[in-house]
């Protein structure tokens, strides 16, 4: 029973460490101030909070995967000494690993919460119907930040040169954010005269910044998407499958990277 | 005017005549409604107590009140038509009539009134039945505060609710409408009101009108139904005040406008709709004062519409605004209200600075391939239309709003 | 103590370990020597379990270090280059490594040796490398473990701090523990060091005592010993 227990508590030590070690961090603040200026502008020039929360639904699925990866690349180079100590250590790979990158992930996500979640407080967002949206833009920003830091440590992890690294990260972020979009439409405008619902939403499922898009789509955009005629479109905008699928598939695309993690994370020397 | 003479005539009338009461309840000499009527001369009132009475194709063919106490049922076991009224001035009131016949040949009706005038049918409640409340090449009448509560489900073996067939000078008032294929529908009738009534969960249509010109109908509620309200092949219709809400579907629309010809579209609210207001060959409609707020589109163009003129309505929070299928722009838009708007008001004067540009060019992508539509919102997209807003290519480079208000508009 | 059996590692192209045996026994001080790249960090590392080797094996206390992290208990390491979370304070990576490890109050002993005393409040990335340095060897000594593996322990020590730390050494050695050093300062080696093992490209070229490599290079001193093999194997 000891042994067991020791893995889980030595990863939370090393995420507590890394947690605090960020929190202190420069940049913590300045992510976190970038939030809270986004949330204040916004609702500042909107006067209105659905539409701030719209605004912001746009800015989040872009801006939060580029922030997980350019950070979750960043934070892994600036503490490779700090890893080096830790791996000296009685602690398993897996836990030094897991630990910074829940550290990361964490408190980036606090960062995003806090910072956003304050002036929308502020601004009476618990009277507003906009709160349900609103929880589902944090939630959702919550996984992309998940998602993206760890396919940052997978790209950091498999790179041992910085410069190399930051421009993998920079690349998947412009290729999930862009470019998979515009080769998406561009397969769906060839194959026009073919069913397509079931290759647009696997489309959809494959790209972690489509899936929370999609997310997005339901609450947003329900009316235009029960438009089209597909039976498969329909039953996955029309009835919660849609809501459902797409928080299993975020859960994998969190899962999938960060069981690389461990995986790369044991054959790696340091 | 006309009503006042003609109330003055009838009482007059009444009183010349001696007008009695009848009774009808399952006890009284006249047992059933037939033979109230029947037993009746003309501008007597009956009056049926409490109770079920099986009878259909009753026909009502002098000028008679019935008034039904503490709602009898009149029970027509789905064996045809149950009340007719082929004479003047008839009144029927307070009724619970159920069970009528379905058929593809005949249109058998809970009540149906056939060439005749001023005739007053309210607070009725009617169920399981095929046709409603059916006006017949008739005039000068109202049907007020009924409740039609079908069990419709598909479009070709269901009837309508309120039906105008030939009709003129009818006033359709606090009506509750559910589950039939329309909810109110006119053909060929002219200069009819309908005005508070509340048409929901239709199969096909909450309102629908086919060649019917001059008539107005405001203040009414469509929600939840195949469509909200389709016009048709119609002129000089005016559309004030009305709620379009949730109707969500392939194709489905809050208003359909098909070959309509100078229409007034003010004060309405588009909500939650899949199409907000579907136009197609319509010319010279002013839309004024309404709000979209939420729809997939809020306005669909389709083929030539001309002169359509979109003055100071509140564009709020729709997928798409504006949508186009063709590049041939006549319509103008002047002074709305846009929540999509990103220009700026330097000189604060509460328009912006810069024009808006409804139509994106992605509406034309999803136009073609509709599997497109999933990918609303994404960056990539955001980036060909903001390509195309600034240098228009395929979408009319003269429609725009000059005059984009910046604040919400409020009436 | 420390069992290595036919260690290879390939870095790339780059063949850095090529069958290295070593036995290493307990108790007494073993300098691992040999020029820049012969795999010296690399062995180590090994034995830390921070470099995956492509074949060969090692046991420490008779533990297959193979996918297991415990025995790094009976470990106390010196890494090379003292660079920690900048944001943390002297103090915190104290706390923090003996809450990853154990609890001692060795420590405050450690750091009075090294007159740590005023820099505990400071962030590391404010300290001088000397002084980081010290930190790390305090994080090192604190741990009484049986086994202490120094990598290039007097990099940027004061010589006060160089004489505590060969005393350290010293009283370890005594109270019968194993000490491995990497240095390049050859007479620091050749003070401290009981036994002398020289890697040469990626294997073994010579184990034992100092006067022994004297006996067998036939030279006086120890650096010319040292200097003598490097020439004789590019000669």
Not at chain 2, 366 to 393: A, H, Y
Not at chain 3, 97 to 123: A, G, N, S, W, Y
């Amino acid at each position: 029973m000891r042994l067991r227990l020791y893995y889980p508590i030595t990863m939370l030590k090393i995420l507590k460490y890394s947690f605090y070690d960020l929190m202190r961090s420069r940049w913590s603040y300045v992510y976190f101030a970038f939030y809270l200026l986004l949330g204040v502008v916004l609702l500042f020039l909107n006067n209105d909070l659905s539409k701030a929360v719209i605004t912001l639904m746009n800015v989040i699925i872009v801006l939060v995967p580029l922030i997980g990866t350019i950070f979750g690349v960043m934070y892994y180079y600036n503490s490779q000494e700090f890893t080096e100590l830790l791996l000296a250590q009685p602690v398993k790979r897996s836990s030094i690993f897991l630990g910074q990158y829940l550290g990361v992930a964490l408190s980036l996500s606090m960062s995003l919460i806090l910072g956003l979640g304050i002036p929308f407080v502020f601004y009476g967002l618990f009277e507003s119907s906009a709160i349900w949206d609103f929880s589902l833009l944090l939630v959702t920003g919550t996984f992309l930040t998940l998602i993206f830091t760890a396919l940052a440590f997978n790209i950091a992890l498999t790179n041992e040169n910085k410069i190399k690294g930051f421009g993998y990260a920079i690349l998947l972020w412009l290729f999930l954010a862009v470019i998979y979009d515009g080769l998406f439409l561009m397969t769906l405008i060839l194959f026009e005269d073919y069913p397509l619902d079931k290759l647009s939403l696997i489309g959809t499922m494959l790209n972690p910044i489509d899936l929370s898009r999609t997310l997005i789509l339901l609450k947003l955009d329900i009316s235009a998407l029960l438009g089209y005629t597909g039976a498969v479109f329909k039953q996955f905008f029309g009835t919660s499958f849609g809501f459902i699928i797409s928080f299993i598939m975020l859960t994998i695309w969190v899962v999938m990277p960060v069981l690389r993690i461990v995986f790369k994370s044991k054959k790696k020397d340091f | 005017m006309k009503h006042i003479i003609f109330l003055i005539a009838a009482i007059f009338m009444a009183n010349s005549t001696i007008a009695q009461t009848i009774e009808v309840c399952k006890t009284c000499p006249n047992s059933t409604l037939k033979k109230g009527i029947a037993n009746a001369k003309s501008f007597d009132t009956i009056v049926v107590k409490n109770g079920t009475y099986k009878e259909h194709n009753v026909i009502v063919d002098k000028p008679l009140t019935i008034i039904g106490k503490n709602y009898p049922v009149i029970d027509g076991e789905l064996k045809g038509e149950i009340i007719t009224i082929i004479s003047d001035s008839v009144t029927v009131d307070g009724l619970f009539i159920k069970n009528v016949g379905n058929s593809y040949t005949e249109d058998y009706a809970a009540i149906r009134v056939k060439n005749s005038k001023h005739f007053l049918i309210q607070n009725l409640v009617l169920e399981k039945l095929f046709f409603g409340i059916y006006i017949e090449k008739s005039r000068y009448g109202k049907i007020f505060h009924n409740k039609i509560v079908g069990e419709a489900v598909e479009e070709y073996n269901s009837g309508n609710g309120i039906q105008l067939w030939y009709s003129k000078n009818v006033e359709i008032e606090h009506n509750f409408v559910q589950h039939v294929r329309d909810g109110i529908y006119l053909e060929f009738s002219d200069f009819c009101t309908i005005k508070n009534n509340e048409s929901t969960l239709n199969v096909r249509y909450g309102l629908h009108f086919m060649f019917s010109n001059d008539d107005t109908y405001q203040d009414n509620t469509f929600e939840n139904n195949g469509a909200g309200v389709a016009v048709m092949f119609s002129k000089r219709i005016k559309m004030f005040n009305n709620t379009f809400k949730e109707n969500w579907g392939t194709a489905s629309y809050g208003l359909l406008l098909k070959e309509i010809n100078d229409a007034e579209i003010e004060g309405n609210t588009f909500e939650d709709n899949t199409i907000g207001i579907n136009v197609e060959g319509s010319n010279r409609i002013s839309y004024k004062h309404n709000t979209f707020k939420e729809n997939g589109w809020a306005v669909k163009v389709k083929g030539a519409c001309y002169t359509n003129i979109f003055t100071e309505n509140n564009f709020l929070y729709n997928s798409f605004d504006i949508a186009y299928n063709s590049k041939v722009n006549d319509n103008a838009f002047d002074r709305n209200y846009w929540s999509n708007y990103t220009g700026y008001d330097l000189d604060k004067n509460g328009i912006g600075d810069v024009p808006y540009r409804p139509v994106k060019l992605f509406s034309y992508i999803v136009n073609r391939t509709p599997e497109t539509i999933i990918l609303l919102r994404s960056m990539f997209i955001d980036i060909i239309d903001f390509s195309e807003k600034v240098s228009p290519v395929f979408t009319p480079d003269d429609l725009l709003d000059n005059n984009p208000q910046i604040k919400k508009l409020t009436w | 103590m420390v069992t290595i059996e036919n260690l290879h590692k390939k870095f790339g192209k780059n063949q850095v370990l090529s069958g290295v045996d070593l036995h290493i026994h307990e108790g007494g001080i073993f300098a691992v020597l040999g020029p820049n790249g012969s795999g010296k960090t690399t062995l180590i590392k090994s034995v830390l379990g921070m470099v995956i080797p492509d074949k060969g094996n090692i046991t420490v206390h008779g533990e297959n270090i193979k996918k297991n992290s415990d025995y790094r208990h009976k470990i106390d390491y010196l890494p090379q280059i003292a660079n920690f979370p900048s944001n943390l304070k002297v103090k915190e990576l104290i706390k923090m490594i003996k809450d990853l490890r154990k609890q001692t109050d060795e420590d405050q002993r450690l750091i009075d040796l090294f007159k740590l005393e005023p820099f505990l409040e400071k962030k590391l990335g404010n300290l001088s490398g000397g002084t980081k340095q010290k930190v790390n060897l305090v994080l090192t000594f604190m741990f009484d473990s049986p086994l202490i593996i120094l990598d290039e322990p007097t990099t940027g020590l004061d010589p006060i701090s160089l004489i505590r730390l060969k005393d350290l050494i010293k009283v370890e050695k005594a109270k019968g523990k194993t000490v491995l050093i990497t240095s390049h300062i050859m007479s620091f080696v050749e003070e401290i060091s009981d036994e002398i093992v020289f890697i040469l490209e990626g294997k073994i070229y010579f184990k034992g005592s100092i006067q022994k490599l004297k006996t067998k290079t036939n030279q006086p001193d120890f650096e010319h010993a040292i200097a003598s093999i490097l020439s004789d194997n590019h000669a």
